[in-house]
C-alpha cells in the first residue's frame, strides 16, 4: 500500500522560509514520480508546484510557478523535498505530496494523473 507523508509545513511572516517533506513507502520509490501540489483557501482546484522522477532526478516545473520553490529528492530516504523561500501571503495554501507509478517519466501534471496523495500540510504566510 502506497504511503505518502507530509510534514514541515507551518506559519512563516513574509519573507520567510519552509522547506517541506514527502516521504514515500510502500512501493518502488524509483519508479515514481512524487509532485507538489497546493490548494488556496477558497480555490476550487489545486495548482501544481514541481515534480521530479525518482529514477532521472528529472524536474518538472510548469504553471505560474515555474521554478519559484526548488524540488529535490533524497533516494536513500524516499523523501522528495521542496524548498520555498522569499514566500508570500499569496503562499498560503494546503500543500500536498502526490505520486504516480509510472515508467520512465513523469504523466502531465494534472491533479487526474496521480493516484497517491498524502493528507496535506498547511503553510501559513503570514504577519
Known amino acids: 500500500q502506497v504511503q505518502l507523508v507530509e510534514s514541515g509545513g507551518g506559519t512563516v511572516q513574509p519573507g520567510g522560509s519552509l522547506r517541506l517533506s514527502c516521504t514515500v513507502s510502500?512501493?518502488?520509490?524509483?519508479?515514481?514520480?512524487v509532485a507538489w501540489f497546493r490548494q488556496g483557501p477558497g480555490k476550487e482546484r489545486k495548482e501544481v508546484v514541481a515534480a521530479i522522477y525518482a529514477g532521472t532526478d528529472r524536474k518538472y516545473y510548469t504553471g505560474s510557478l515555474r521554478g519559484r520553490f526548488p524540488i529535490s529528492q533524497d533516494k536513500a530516504k524516499n523523501t522528495v523535498y521542496l524548498q520555498m523561500n522569499n514566500l508570500s501571503p499569496e503562499d498560503t495554501a494546503n500543500y500536498y505530496c502526490?505520486?504516480?507509478?509510472?515508467?520512465?517519466?513523469?504523466?502531465?501534471?494534472?491533479?487526474?494523473?496521480?493516484?497517491?496523495w498524502g493528507q496535506g500540510t498547511q503553510v501559513t504566510v503570514s504577519s
Open positions: 502526490a505520486a504516480a507509478d509510472r515508467a520512465g517519466y513523469c504523466p502531465d501534471l494534472y491533479e487526474r494523473n496521480f493516484a497517491f
Open positions: 510502500g512501493t518502488s520509490y524509483s519508479t515514481m514520480c
